[in-house]
């Protein structure tokens, strides 16, 4: 009985992590890049990044899409383009969006429109 839940818990474990797959645009060597309205992020139920981006977001690829995306920076002082419609380049950050929340986006460099 119990070689048979090692078996059981195997296959669940093989299944998951073979299904799971990773973007990797940026393993090809493209910058991913997302365009539309950045506002300072305020009182959110997912209480991460410190600034949102709204609009026509999506722009890697042939996709695009009207989406939320929160941002953070290190490098770029995001507070100046609040209100502005900006194309931003970065990265995303690995671990989100948790439970259906934007995805996390650290950005390393901005374009104003």
Request: aromatic content about 10%; hydrophobic content about 35%.
């Amino acid at each position: 009985m119990y070689q048979k839940c090692n078996v059981v818990v195997f296959l669940f474990c093989l299944i998951l992590f073979t299904s799971c797959q990773k973007n990797t645009s940026q393993a090809n060597g493209e910058v991913s890049k997302w365009t539309g309205v950045l506002e300072k992020t305020g009182m959110t139920t997912y209480q991460y990044g410190t600034h949102t981006l709204t609009g026509n977001a999506s722009t890697t690829g042939n996709q695009t899409e009207n989406i939320l995306y929160a941002l953070r920076s290190a490098t770029v002082d995001l507070d100046q383009y609040v209100g502005k419609k900006v194309t931003v380049s970065g990265d995303e950050i690995e671990g989100y969006p948790v439970d259906m929340r934007p995805v996390f986006i650290e950005v390393t460099a901005l374009e104003v429109e």
